[in-house]
C-alpha cells in the first residue's frame, strides 16, 4: 500500500482551513460588533463592503491573472441569481445576527454549523438518498444541540433559537446557490447577492434602529472583518480551495469554522463553557465530520 496526497491538494486545503478560521472568528466579530449597534445596520454594512471588496478579484481575473477567465453571462440569469440568493442570505444572516445580540460566539458557531446536516436532509424533499453516516451526525448533532443550549426544564436561550433558525436558511441557501453558481458565474453572483443583503438590511435598519455615526465608528473594527476578511477573503479562498481540495475533505475543513469560533469566544471574549456545554460542542462538531463520511464498498487502496 502506497499512501500519497499531492502536496498542490495540501496546499489548497490549507487555503479551506484559513476560510474556516477567518469564519470561526467572525463570530467574535459579530458578537462584539452588537455592543455599540444594531444587527440589520452591523449587517448591512458589512454585506455592502463585501461586495464592494470582491470587485478587485474579479478585475484581477479577467486582466491580471491570463491563467484564469470568467466565463460570460446571461446578465439577467445573473441578476435573478443574486437576488434570489441575495434575499435568502438576507433571511438568513438576519436572524443570525439577532440571536448573536443573546448568545455567544462559540453557540453561535456550533448552531450555525449545523447547516453541514440539514443540508442532505432537505435534500429528501428532491427525493435524494441519505446514507446512514448522514443519519448517525444528525443524531450526535441533535443531541450537543440539546446540552449546547437546552437549560433544565426545557428551555433554550432565545438567541440560540434564532441562530438555529438561520442554519435552516443558510442551508437553503447553499441548495440555492449550488444551483445557480453552475449556471453563471459565481463571482458576480456573489457580487449581486452581497449588495442585495446589504441593501435590503440598511432599509430594514432604517425603521427599526437608531442611525448614530459615532456607534458605528465604535464598531469599525468588528464590521472591517466582517465584511473584509469574513466575506471579501474568506469567501475567495473558499473558491480558489474547493478547485482542487477533495469534496469531503473540503466540508469536514470548512465544517471547524464552530469550534475556531469557540476558541475565538474564549481567547479574546472570555466565554467559558460548561462541562454539559463542552461535551455538547464536542457531540456537534463530531456530528458535523461523521455526516461528511461517505462508505464505499471494500475495494484495494489506491490514493
Known amino acids: 500500500m502506497k499512501l500519497r496526497i499531492s502536496t498542490s491538494i495540501i496546499g489548497y486545503e490549507a487555503l479551506l ?13 459579530q458578537r462584539a460588533g452588537m455592543e455599540h449597534i444594531g444587527p440589520f ?25 491570463k491563467k484564469e477567465s470568467l466565463p460570460d453571462n446571461n446578465t439577467g440569469f445573473l441578476w435573478i441569481s443574486g437576488l434570489v440568493s441575495g434575499m435568502v442570505l438576507f433571511i438568513a444572516a438576519s436572524l443570525q445576527q439577532m440571536g448573536m445580540v443573546t448568545t455567544t460566539a462559540g453557540n453561535g458557531g456550533f448552531i450555525t454549523s449545523l447547516y453541514v446536516v440539514i443540508v442532505p436532509l432537505l435534500g429528501l424533499v428532491f427525493k435524494l438518498k441519505v446514507n446512514l453516516a448522514t443519519w448517525a451526525g444528525v443524531v450526535l448533532a441533535v443531541t450537543g444541540l440539546y446540552l449546547l443550549s437546552v437549560k433544565t426544564g426545557f428551555t433554550a436561550q432565545k438567541g440560540d433559537l434564532l441562530v438555529l433558525a438561520s442554519a435552516f436558511f443558510f442551508a437553503i441557501h447553499m441548495l440555492v446557490i449550488g444551483y445557480y453558481s453552475n449556471k453563471t458565474d459565481v463571482l458576480w453572483l456573489a457580487v449581486i447577492q452581497f449588495a442585495v443583503t446589504g441593501m435590503l438590511s440598511m432599509v430594514v435598519a432604517v425603521f427599526t434602529e437608531t442611525f448614530q455615526p459615532e456607534k458605528i465608528q465604535l464598531a469599525a473594527i468588528p464590521i472591517l472583518y466582517g465584511g473584509l476578511m469574513s466575506v471579501g477573503v474568506a469567501y475567495t479562498l473558499q473558491i480558489i480551495g474547493q478547485k482542487k481540495a477533495i469534496p469531503a475533505h473540503a466540508a469536514i475543513i470548512l465544517s471547524l469554522e464552530s469550534l475556531f469560533a469557540a476558541l475565538g469566544g474564549w481567547l479574546i471574549l472570555n466565554e467559558l463553557f460548561t462541562g454539559k456545554q463542552m461535551l455538547g460542542g464536542t457531540l456537534m462538531l463530531a456530528g458535523l465530520i461523521l455526516s461528511q463520511i461517505t462508505f464505499k464498498k471494500r475495494r484495494p487502496f489506491a490514493f
Not at 482551513?17 to 466579530?29: D, E, K, Q, Y
Not at 445596520?41 to 486582466?63: A, D, Q
Open 17 to 29: 482551513l484559513l476560510a474556516a478560521i477567518i469564519w470561526g472568528l467572525a463570530f467574535v466579530a
Open 41 to 65: 445596520t452591523f449587517n448591512g454594512i458589512r454585506f455592502l463592503l463585501g461586495s464592494f471588496s470582491l470587485l478587485p478579484v474579479i478585475w484581477w481575473l479577467k486582466n491580471g491573472n
